[in-house]
């Protein structure tokens, strides 16, 4: 099994900045694609940006040019920075990892943590 621990949420102000980190941890596992989804009451879940294991990205068409996802593999770590928030960025902002598992059976997964609150206010 692999665990994703978020943090970096918060109230922040409309213009405002913040830093969304994200970490897999477990035992025998290596990470290929890592991401960010929001979703927001009423809603479905939806990409927010997703970052290849080679470094190459894709971000949801509302959030480009404001949003930045980079990722640390030596930490199995992956970061969203936001810029420029707007009160429709206000959502919870869960991490997503596909991870292959090793040990009696190697197995392909996808994980997701448990979510962190971003609120923006105008």
């Known amino acids: 099994q692999v665990q994703l621990v978020e943090s970096g949420g918060g109230l922040v102000q409309s213009g405002g900045s913040l830093r969304l980190s994200c970490a897999a941890s477990g035992s025998s596992f290596s990470v290929n694609a890592m991401g960010w989804y929001r979703q927001s009451p009423g809603k479905s879940r939806d990409l927010v940006a997703i970052i290849g294991s080679g470094g190459d990205t894709n971000y949801a068409d509302s959030v480009k040019g404001r949003f930045t996802i980079t990722r640390d593999n030596a930490k199995n770590s992956v970061y969203l920075q936001m810029n420029s928030l707007k009160p429709e960025d206000t959502a919870v902002y869960y991490c997503?990892?596909?991870?292959?598992?090793?040990?009696?059976?190697?197995?392909?997964?996808?994980?997701w943590g448990q979510g962190t609150q971003v609120t923006v206010s105008s």
């Open positions: 997503n990892a596909d991870a292959v598992v090793r040990g009696p059976i190697e197995y392909l997964a996808t994980f």
